[in-house]
């Protein structure tokens, strides 16, 4: 994966800004006016990160605790400790059920497990029935958004992939287009054997979980199939029922702008009577995947507040510019900088901390409070301090920094040094800024020595 | 009032008209000012960049320069640096030196928050001729919560017409990022384009913020897209009587 070299082939497709632009702006002023109809944001934003908080802090409890209240509902909970081992499960029940066709509603953490391609592989056909992932499916591409999936398509090149696709006429026609996708997609909730959702989140008290959407697929592929299994982060659980309110209040008006989903599902184990409609099993796979090691420092633990809102993405200069698929990893923007490189390893995804201007508007927006910039330091100084990275670029910069420190810790020297850089006219070698912006000279007096000359005194000029 | 100048070292090298206004403009409040001339760097770029044990090193350093001196106040013409003093504590284990990064930061003040919250002015008595905008530095406006204040200011300046800046709005990062701005140059200029369109469209003769870090970018677009517009730090606006 290059960060850099996807960055700035994103940076040259012109549709792509187009639709970013117009989707980000969109997104923003949405949430802008539907949060100033919240009396006391502020105190909703603190009071869920303190549940957050406490949860993280007790994981295992309330952990255990909602998978003993599920299973008492009826519901069957298994535990995977990494993405191969949750798509072991899920395929092992498909399999187990006969299942050739599994439809899923959208979900996070089956991207992050690759469930699809785990699912092929297995000779099942798994089908997207978010119209927003549906789309990427079709396409052949993946999310570039945890919220808009296909938030870098535009309208037109929508209308195409469905010509080609789905053999309609070609039509930029939203409600045609939505229409299609429906049609396309009611056979395959008729003749799917299994319903894959993800969980916004899980209630410890009660073993219910909770699945927001507007499409109403989420609550066909919950409750058509004969068998749902519903894959969440074990940073999902929250402790009690009454939990929910503040985060109903928090997350649809930061993701999309809306006061709530069009739809809210709350699941609490199989159906009690055979004559009940439902599923008549309902599996629940609680995946670990890296998260446990980040409960280990408060500074990262925080990473896990995250209730996957996306309104950071929409806020951040980077991921307006350049869009999702160029940070290579699931979760792409300021969360997905952070989160990557602590599911992953930093190996692969050193590069995402360094993808931020650090301008602090993700922290803003969170509707969790969590301090992206803060987190994104740490691992730039976890980066550095692993020292893994040794080409040139990186010896150089540890060099410039090793410098950098020496020279500054000596006044005179500083001084020395600048006095030269100024009576040689050195510049620096910085073609990576002067290529677009011109360099800024050295001033032909500097301020300390104005001081000296005169400015020190009472009145000096 | 006895006033510290933390100069910062770009104000010091690069844009010593911000650091000389700041001092004219304190005097003229009834200020005395000291400068120590053993600071250098607050270690900004190290901590950033994830150099901590350097960015450490320079930390302990600024902290015992200001420990030196018993003025009333700290004061910066740069809310990034400000802002880096702020963040010190958190380089720290040792409880020792966390208290004193705390002391030290909270003695310390951005200019404009220092003239508007310390001082209680709005009318430093300047005057200059020009239609400005203001750009809001990152760190000024999110870590240190500054927005009214540097507006307030440069309203009362006689001659200013004060303009916000139309979308992406004054808000928006002007992509400079520290060692952002060179690891991924054609990122932070895609991001900087978008603030500089902004600024075309306001129709101002210049530019103003309260950081030399996001003049030195918008400023070094903005000559090298060949616009008439100046980008000026708050200090010389404030310091001017022409």
């Given at each position: 994966m290059s960060f850099d070299r996807d960055a700035r082939a994103a940076l040259a497709d012109g549709q792509l800004r187009g639709a970013l632009r117009h989707a980000t702006t969109l997104f923003g002023e949405r949430r802008r006016a539907a949060i100033a109809e919240v009396p006391d944001w502020e105190g909703a934003r603190d009071r869920?990160?303190?549940?957050?908080?406490?949860?993280?802090?007790?994981?295992?409890?309330?952990?255990?605790?909602?998978?003993?209240?599920?299973?008492?509902?009826?519901?069957?909970?298994?535990?995977?400790?990494?993405?191969?081992?949750?798509?072991?499960?899920?395929?092992?029940?498909?399999?187990?059920?006969?299942?050739?066709?599994?439809?899923?509603?959208?979900?996070?953490?089956?991207?992050?497990?690759?469930?699809?391609?785990?699912?092929?592989?297995?000779?099942?056909?798994?089908?997207?029935?978010?119209?927003?992932?549906?789309?990427?499916?079709?396409?052949?591409?993946?999310?570039?958004?945890?919220?808009?999936?296909?938030?870098?398509?535009?309208?037109?090149?929508?209308?195409?992939?469905?010509?080609?696709?789905?053999?309609?006429?070609?039509?930029?026609?939203?409600?045609?287009?939505?229409?299609?996708?429906?049609?396309?997609?009611?056979?395959?909730?008729?003749?799917?054997?299994?319903?894959?959702?993800?969980?916004?989140?899980?209630?410890?008290?009660?073993?219910?979980?909770?699945?927001?959407?507007?499409?109403?697929?989420?609550?066909?592929?919950?409750?058509?199939?004969?068998?749902?299994?519903?894959?969440?982060?074990?940073?999902?659980?929250?402790?009690?029922?009454?939990?929910?309110?503040?985060?109903?209040?928090?997350?649809?008006?930061?993701?999309?702008?809306?006061?709530?989903?069009?739809?809210?599902?709350?699941?609490?184990?199989?159906?009690?009577?055979?004559?009940?409609?439902?599923?008549?099993?309902?599996?629940?796979?609680?995946?670990?995947?890296?998260?446990?090691?980040?409960?280990?420092?408060?500074?990262?633990?925080?990473?896990?507040?995250?209730?996957?809102?996306?309104?950071?993405?929409?806020?951040?200069?980077?991921?307006?510019?350049?869009?999702?698929?160029?940070?290579?990893?699931?979760?792409?923007?300021?969360?997905?900088?952070?989160?990557?490189?602590?599911?992953?390893?930093?190996?692969?995804?050193?590069?995402?901390?360094?993808?931020?201007?650090?301008?602090?508007?993700?922290?803003?927006?969170?509707?969790?409070?969590?301090?992206?910039?803060?987190?994104?330091?740490?691992?730039?100084?976890?980066?550095?301090?692993?020292?893994?990275?040794?080409?040139?670029?990186?010896?150089?910069?540890?060099?410039?920094?090793?410098?950098?420190?020496?020279?500054?810790?000596?006044?005179?020297?500083?001084?020395?040094?600048?006095?030269?850089?100024?009576?040689?006219?050195?510049?620096?070698?910085?073609?990576?800024?002067?290529?677009?912006?011109?360099?800024?000279?050295?001033?032909?007096?500097?301020?300390?020595?104005?001081?000296?000359?005169?400015?020190?005194?009472?009145?000096?000029? | 009032m006895r006033v510290s100048l933390f100069v910062t070292c770009l104000a010091d090298q690069l844009w010593p008209a911000a650091a000389r206004g700041a001092v004219q403009v304190l005097r003229r409040m009834g200020c005395a000012v000291e400068f120590d001339e053993r600071q250098t760097c607050c270690g900004q770029p190290a901590f950033n960049t994830g150099y901590r044990p350097e960015a450490c090193a320079l930390a302990r350093r600024l902290i015992e320069i200001f420990e030196s001196s018993d003025a009333d106040a700290i004061v910066s013409p740069s809310g990034s640096c400000t802002a880096m003093l702020h963040h010190y504590e958190q380089l720290f284990e040792d409880p020792g030196w966390r208290a004193r990064a705390r002391a030290v930061a909270e003695r310390t003040h951005e200019l404009s928050a220092f003239l508007v919250n310390r001082l209680g002015v709005d009318d430093v008595g300047a005057s200059f001729r020009g239609r400005l905008t203001w750009h809001d530095a990152c760190h000024g406006l999110r870590d240190l919560k500054i927005k009214d204040e540097p507006r307030r200011l440069l309203r009362r300046v006689r001659g200013v017409e004060l303009v916000e800046l139309p979308p992406p709005g004054a808000e928006t990062c002007c992509g400079f990022g520290g060692t952002f701005s060179v690891k991924y140059p054609e990122i932070s200029v895609a991001i900087l384009d978008e603030k500089v369109d902004a600024i075309d469209r306001a129709g101002v003769d210049a530019v103003v913020s309260g950081d030399a870090s996001c003049l030195m970018q918008i400023g070094g677009r903005l000559s090298r897209r060949g616009s008439a517009v100046r980008a000026l730090h708050l200090a010389e606006v404030l310091a001017s009587t022409a």
């Amino acid at each position: 994966m290059s960060f850099d070299r996807d960055a700035r082939a994103a940076l040259a497709d012109g549709q792509l800004r187009g639709a970013l632009r117009h989707a980000t702006t969109l997104f923003g002023e949405r949430r802008r006016a539907a949060i100033a109809e919240v009396p006391d944001w502020e105190g909703a934003r603190d009071r869920a990160r303190a549940i957050k908080d406490e949860t993280l802090l007790h994981l295992d409890r309330y952990l255990e605790q909602f998978a003993a209240n599920a299973e008492r509902a009826g519901a069957q909970v298994h535990w995977a400790r990494d993405a191969a081992q949750a798509c072991d499960i899920i395929a092992g029940i498909a399999a187990r059920r006969g299942a050739r066709t599994v439809v899923k509603s959208k979900s996070m953490a089956t991207e992050e497990i690759r469930l699809n391609a785990a699912l092929a592989a297995r000779g099942i056909a798994p089908v997207e029935t978010d119209l927003g992932e549906y789309i990427v499916q079709l396409a052949g591409e993946e999310p570039s958004h945890i919220v808009v999936p296909a938030i870098h398509k535009t309208k037109g090149q929508i209308a195409a992939l469905f010509a080609e696709k789905l053999g309609m006429e070609p039509s930029d026609d939203v409600a045609k287009l939505a229409a299609a996708a429906r049609q396309a997609l009611r056979r395959r909730f008729a003749e799917a054997d299994l319903g894959v959702s993800g969980v916004n989140f899980a209630v410890a008290e009660t073993g219910t979980i909770l699945i927001l959407e507007n499409e109403g697929n989420a609550r066909l592929t919950t409750s058509l199939p004969r068998t749902h299994v519903a894959l969440m982060g074990i940073e999902k659980v929250i402790p009690r029922f009454a939990d929910l309110e503040v985060f109903l209040r928090l997350l649809p008006r930061s993701g999309t702008g809306q006061a709530l989903t069009a739809y809210q599902s709350l699941l609490t184990g199989t159906k009690r009577h055979p004559a009940d409609e439902g599923p008549e099993e309902f599996h629940i796979v609680l995946l670990d995947n890296g998260r446990s090691r980040m409960l280990a420092s408060p500074v990262t633990r925080q990473t896990l507040a995250c209730i996957r809102c996306g309104a950071c993405l929409n806020a951040c200069p980077v991921y307006r510019q350049i869009g999702g698929h160029a940070y290579g990893s699931v979760y792409p923007g300021p969360i997905g900088a952070v989160l990557t490189p602590q599911l992953l390893g930093m190996g692969e995804s050193a590069e995402l901390p360094y993808a931020s201007s650090l301008c602090g508007a993700c922290r803003d927006v969170c509707p969790v409070k969590i301090d992206i910039p803060a987190v994104l330091l740490h691992l730039r100084a976890q980066a550095v301090a692993r020292g893994g990275s040794t080409g040139t670029r990186a010896l150089l910069e540890r060099l410039a920094f090793a410098s950098y420190a020496a020279v500054m810790a000596r006044p005179r020297l500083f001084g020395w040094l600048m006095a030269c850089a100024r009576r040689l006219h050195i510049v620096p070698p910085l073609g990576a800024w002067t290529k677009w912006r011109d360099l800024r000279p050295l001033a032909p007096r500097s301020f300390r020595d104005e001081w000296r000359a005169g400015l020190r005194h009472e009145g000096g000029r | 009032m006895r006033v510290s100048l933390f100069v910062t070292c770009l104000a010091d090298q690069l844009w010593p008209a911000a650091a000389r206004g700041a001092v004219q403009v304190l005097r003229r409040m009834g200020c005395a000012v000291e400068f120590d001339e053993r600071q250098t760097c607050c270690g900004q770029p190290a901590f950033n960049t994830g150099y901590r044990p350097e960015a450490c090193a320079l930390a302990r350093r600024l902290i015992e320069i200001f420990e030196s001196s018993d003025a009333d106040a700290i004061v910066s013409p740069s809310g990034s640096c400000t802002a880096m003093l702020h963040h010190y504590e958190q380089l720290f284990e040792d409880p020792g030196w966390r208290a004193r990064a705390r002391a030290v930061a909270e003695r310390t003040h951005e200019l404009s928050a220092f003239l508007v919250n310390r001082l209680g002015v709005d009318d430093v008595g300047a005057s200059f001729r020009g239609r400005l905008t203001w750009h809001d530095a990152c760190h000024g406006l999110r870590d240190l919560k500054i927005k009214d204040e540097p507006r307030r200011l440069l309203r009362r300046v006689r001659g200013v017409e004060l303009v916000e800046l139309p979308p992406p709005g004054a808000e928006t990062c002007c992509g400079f990022g520290g060692t952002f701005s060179v690891k991924y140059p054609e990122i932070s200029v895609a991001i900087l384009d978008e603030k500089v369109d902004a600024i075309d469209r306001a129709g101002v003769d210049a530019v103003v913020s309260g950081d030399a870090s996001c003049l030195m970018q918008i400023g070094g677009r903005l000559s090298r897209r060949g616009s008439a517009v100046r980008a000026l730090h708050l200090a010389e606006v404030l310091a001017s009587t022409a």
